[in-house]
């Protein structure tokens, strides 16, 4: 019983250092203190990012996607979102696009197969705020492949999402 009270304050500890350390970077200006994710949905089609909790959207975004977004990501380069379950594997508070948060992206699957074509599937593929970099602003699907919202929208999200949780991006 104590490791379990023990493991819960570590990890809340581990939550409350993270804050910190987002809130002193001068990013996060608002902490926000609803409901966690427990997944994402995005809808490329319909330009949509769906955070979840259970089978409730606790928050919808509009979207942003790479700029030529129709179909999976094959191959570095090509400008595509992937698509598939993949996993939030890690967060950036110091992001060239305010904050981020990575993408699994590759999974074995999209290597073997870039792997057989011979090309590299790439990587690098967030949820992150933007555009920051001239070319970028009022365009749609502006990214190399990732996922972007306002900066205002990637504050709370950065807040919401946690590492591990699985998100689906459909066609």
């Known amino acids: 019983m104590n490791l379990k009270v023990g493991s819960r304050r570590a990890f809340l ?7 910190l350390n987002a809130c002193s970077s001068g990013k996060i200006k608002n902490i926000y203190y609803g409901p966690k994710a427990d997944g994402i949905v995005v809808s490329k089609s319909a330009r949509k990012m769906y955070i979840m909790t259970g089978t409730t959207a606790i928050s919808t975004h509009d979207v942003n996607l790479g700029f030529d977004p129709s179909g999976h990501k094959f191959r570095e380069g090509d400008g595509r979102t992937p698509e598939g379950q993949y996993w939030i594997n890690r967060r950036n508070y110091n992001s060239a696009y305010f904050l981020s948060l990575g993408i699994s992206y590759p999974n074995a699957r999209d290597v073997a ?15 992150h705020g933007g555009p920051r970099y001239a ?3 009022g365009k749609r699907d502006w990214t190399a492949g990732c996922i972007a919202v ?18 689906w991006i459909q066609a």
């Open 135 to 137: 070319g970028q602003s």
């Open 150 to 167: 306002t900066d205002a929208e990637m504050e709370q999200i950065y807040q919401m999402v946690p590492d591990g949780i699985p998100i």
């Open 13 to 19: 500890l581990g939550v409350s250092a993270l804050a």
């Open 113 to 127: 197969r870039a792997n057989a074509a011979g090309v590299r599937p790439g990587g690098d593929i967030f949820i």
